[in-house]
């Protein structure tokens, strides 16, 4: 290599902070992709949409979450997973098209106060990178509580969502009904 075609002393740097960068990047994901509670999302059930030859199928999947937050609310979200080679494996990126759907289940109270926007439940859509989210917000005039479900990419978002809403009601003889106003931070 001549020294007019060897790599000068900046590109090299330039590259070393590229890759230094990206490993810092993959060290962080795990810990930003885990889920935003502790609780594990409750499989409802699943059905095939694409048959697939010694592999998995591709499936829609139906989860079931409660709110950490609110007691007597509860998500439905509705995610297709991949199969194949790449999803058998675990290393397929799955697509954005996620419904949701949350009900009020039981009386509504509120465990603690929250932001809007705050984080419900989050979990990670590929190997790096992509998560899903559901997040909460409440509409203080009308009492409702807003959930939205989205995925996010590092370098590219995806505007595909879906919401969701729970209009804070009596439940059984209960005549107080909590505002949610009263728990946004």
Known sequence: MTVANRPSRVSRLANRARCGAFLLAALLVPALSAPASAQEPNLIFKKSTVWKFLTPDDKLAVYGIDDPVVEGVACHYTTPERGGLKGMVGV???????????RQVGPISFKSKFEQGDVVFRESRSFFFKRMQIVRGCDTKRNVLVYLVYSDKLIDGSPKNSTSTVPIMPWGGGADVPKCADFVK
């Not at 397929?92 to 949350?102: P, R, V, Y």
């Open 92 to 102: 397929a990126e799955e697509t954005s098209d996620i419904s949701l759907a949350c």
